[in-house]
């Protein structure tokens, strides 16, 4: 039998992180993966593909539409191949699953394939395709992840009722792609799909996209989409998704109760996604679960089982990539007797649809209901010399800050690059910065950057320079 300090199981970016850290402070550490390469969801039917697509759909675009005003003139009819769409994303994430193999190389992390189950608390059985295996483990990280969620009267088909996972690797482009669900994996793939061609249609239950993050982000992201000829459905509660010979039938009710239905050839169900922890034998190991399903741990990321810790999307949280590599981080530290500290509220929010969409902090709507007195501060991307440059003129940059003290509260944007420009707002509210310090920053011209600076001189004094 063999022994370690730590075994991790599932390799997706918290598990794998977890592994790496520990193998750095020296631990002799283990990684489980059930599957045939590493990565998890984010790198092989996630976060990494999704980006490919968005890249390349965003290339057809341009060609089709945007390059004649920049001079750039094509003769001919502009084509899409799918396959090599496909292809080309299919090498990004072989090659991002190759680094990831280098590292375990690297640290001498053991790479263990099959599937990991407790037996009892130091005890994990490894049931491969043809071998099984049982480990000592010191010390456990649980990192196994998520899966789409669904809804009770939906039967996922995986051919024309689909999730995510399917809907990254579609052989044709629907005439018709029928999104349930208006958060984030939803709009980014029904962006994609739009660009290639596809009638999308977005049916979403709350009366606004992205609903967690700030109300005017959802409003500028819907007003921008709908102009590139989404379609919403807002208010609109599905009670009905069914096959039918020519593809998908999907039925809702209205905000006033009047049925609408929906006929489209395919029906991405994108309503968020569920703790995986089937087959982890947690009672085994006396693991306690919530309701939801999620591995129950303390601030310290250890489960009631001391020894035995859970990280990323199987715990509380918002389930995001850097979110969980950041705990697998801790998690490491703490075993290894260090005293680690995430401020969850310093999580950035991206939306990958571009524009993008990008926040970090609180939002309006949670400063309102927890009745704090704040000052907000809003510069449109339309005003920068770089966004003419680019032609990207839609978005804004929004600061919130308090009334009294000027710390940054909240930052909200919209617009090209933000997914970046959101770690700006990151470091200066880890350093607990004020307003004005962004106010007085030298921000390089011409840069989309120089939103930020706006905003925070709209947010200190309402004296913005270029509005």
Not at 266 to 292: D, M
Request: aromatic share 4%; with cysteine.
């Amino acid at each position: 039998m063999r022994s370690y300090d730590v075994v991790v199981i599932g390799s997706g970016p918290g598990g794998y992180v977890a592994a790496i850290r520990c193998a750095q402070l020296g631990m002799k550490t283990a990684l489980i993966e059930k599957y045939s390469t590493l990565g998890g969801t984010c790198l092989n039917v996630g976060c990494i593909p999704s980006k490919a697509l968005l890249d390349s759909s965003h290339h057809f675009e341009d060609a089709q539409k945007h390059m004649q005003e920049h001079g750039v003139t094509i003769t001919g009819e502009i084509k899409l191949d799918l396959a090599q769409m496909m292809a080309r994303k299919r090498g990004v994430v072989e090659q991002t699953i190759k680094g990831i193999d280098y590292l375990m190389d690297k640290n001498k992390i053991d790479v263990i394939q099959g599937v990991g189950s407790f037996q009892d608390a130091h005890h994990i059985l490894v049931t491969g395709s043809d071998t099984t295996e049982t480990l000592e483990a010191k010390h456990s990280i649980i990192a196994t992840g998520s899966k789409p969620s669904s809804l009770p009267f939906i039967t996922i088909d995986k051919e024309r009722i689909i999730t995510s996972t399917e809907a990254l690797g579609l052989k044709e482009v629907p005439k018709h792609l029928v999104v349930i669900g208006g958060g984030v994996i939803g709009l980014e793939l029904g962006q994609v799909y739009r660009r290639l061609g596809a009638e999308v249609s977005v049916v979403e239950y709350l009366d606004r996209i992205i609903p967690t993050m700030d109300g005017a982000q959802s409003k500028e992201l819907t007003k921008v989409l709908k102009k590139q000829g989404v379609k919403f459905y807002l208010s609109h509660q599905v009670n009905a998704v069914n096959r039918t010979k020519e593809g998908v039938t999907v039925k809702a009710l209205d905000k006033k109760g009047a049925e609408v239905t929906f006929e489209g050839d395919y029906c991405l169900v994108s309503v968020g996604r569920r703790p995986f922890t089937e087959g982890l034998g947690l009672e085994n190991a006396g693991i306690q679960v919530s309701e939801r399903g999620q591995v129950m741990v303390n601030d310290h990321l250890q489960t009631n089982i001391g020894h035995i810790y859970a990280i990323g999307d199987v715990v509380r949280g918002a389930m995001l990539a850097h979110k969980a590599e950041e705990e697998g981080v801790m998690a490491a530290e703490v075993i290894a007797g260090q005293k680690p500290h995430i401020n969850y509220n310093l999580i950035p929010g991206v939306v990958y649809t571009w524009p993008e969409v990008a926040s970090v902090g609180q939002t309006e709507e949670q400063l309102k209901a927890s009745g704090v007195a704040y000052k907000s501060g809003q510069f449109p991307m339309r005003a920068l010399g770089r966004s003419r440059a680019s032609g990207d003129l839609d978005g804004f940059v929004k600061i919130l800050s308090h009334a009294e003290t000027d710390e940054i509260l909240g930052v909200h944007m919209v617009g090209a690059r933000v997914a970046d420009l959101i770690a700006e707002a990151v470091t200066a509210m880890e350093f607990r910065a004020s307003a004005e310090d962004l106010a007085r920053m030298s921000h390089a011209h011409p840069t989309y950057a120089e939103a930020i600076k706006e905003a925070a001189l709209a947010a200190t004094e309402n004296r913005p320079l270029h509005l």
